[in-house]
């Protein structure tokens, strides 16, 4: 169990400091979180793009570059993405951050079959929360990269945030499966998702976790809602992550969470070869600072 984020921060410590490639560096609130990310000593980082215009935003926000490797690029975003991930492909880093480049630019980069990151798995977004109103850090997924996840998308989006469990200590993860209801409902296809994932972790081909469901969200993390409701579970108000149905549902309660219930996050796609630090732009340093930091303790 993780009650705190910044555990994050002291596990990526304990390992080798990873080399982090920054796709187009010359965005300020990104390098405030890779500076605070070199001062904890969780990352070298190796940045790509403008260098004129990186180290003018280096300076403004004092950050020493000296000793900092930065290869000059002034093609744009989309360049200096493939340069990144090209970086991550040869071995001379280990993982990728989005700066000043669009999200479609740098997953254009990471799934180039050629050139890419792609490593046979679907990619997939997981963040992990610390809330005021919860006994422990838990993931939800997918909130940005699925939009409407099949069976067989949702087995794999699981299977990626179960590794990112395992990369931060939760050894077997409690995954709830979440829906607007409880029950089984043949004309709502979230539940029957849901019973169908239950069963094959019942069944040993969803491993390494425990999933249930469906559950409705209050269920997911209440155990008094959920004995109320005479449901009996293990998962249920002890979740460790939440599996929504669609990236609408995703993304609405990952910025109900941070903006709405005072919860700081982390977060990063995985199903490349290395993660991919790909935050969001509303999202604070001090939330870039902990992405990197899981990327790191995953990578």
């Known amino acids: 169990m993780i009650r705190d984020l910044n555990e994050l921060i ?10 982090m490639a920054v796709a187009a560096a010359e965005d300020e609130h990104v390098l405030k979180a890779v500076r605070e ?4 000593r969780v990352i070298i980082p190796l940045l ?26 002034r093609e744009g975003g989309a360049v200096s993405a493939r340069l990144a991930v090209a970086k991550v492909k040869r071995g001379e880093a280990d993982l990728v951050m989005k ?3 669009s ?5 254009k980069a990471v ?3 050629e050139t890419g990151l792609r490593a046979g798995r679907l990619l997939s977004h997981v963040a992990f929360f610390q809330s005021p109103y919860y006994h422990k850090v838990f ?51 979230a539940t029957v998702h849901a019973a169908r994932l239950r069963k094959m972790n019942r069944n040993g081909v969803l491993t390494r976790c425990i999933v249930d469901g469906p559950f409705a969200i209050d269920i997911a993390v209440n155990r ?12 249920a108000g002890d979740c460790d992550l939440i599996l929504v149905p669609d990236i609408e549902a995703g993304n609405m309660l990952y910025k109900a969470l941070n903006f709405l219930g005072g919860a700081v996050s982390a977060a990063v796609v995985l199903g490349a070869s290395a993660p991919i630090v790909l935050t969001s732009r509303s999202d604070d340093e001090r939330s870039k600072l902990l992405s990197i930091a899981l990327a790191a303790c995953i990578g």
Do not use: W, Y
């Not at 990310?37 to 904890?40: D, F, I, K, M, P």
């Not at 260098?51 to 926000?61: D, G, L, M, N």
């Not at 990112?164 to 409880?182: L, M, R």
């Open 10 to 19: 002291r596990k990526a410590k304990e390992k080798p400091a990873r080399t």
């Open 37 to 40: 990310a070199v001062n904890e």
């Open 48 to 73: 790509i793009g403008d260098k004129a215009k990186v180290e003018q935003v280096a300076k403004s926000i004092g950050f020493d570059l000296n000793g900092i490797e930065l290869i000059d690029n």
């Open 99 to 101: 700066g000043f480049v």
């Open 103 to 107: 999200t479609a630019d740098l997953l």
């Open 111 to 113: 799934l180039d079959k």
């Open 139 to 189: 993931g939800v997924t997918d909130a940005a990269m699925n939009i409407a996840p099949d069976l067989e998308a949702k087995i794999q989006i699981i299977q990626n945030a179960v590794n990112a469990c395992h990369g931060i200590g939760v050894e077997n993860p409690k995954v709830a499966v979440v829906a607007a209801v409880e029950t089984v409902n043949s004309k709502m296809e």
């Open 224 to 235: 008094e809602a959920a004995n109320h409701k005479g449901i009996e579970s293990e998962v």
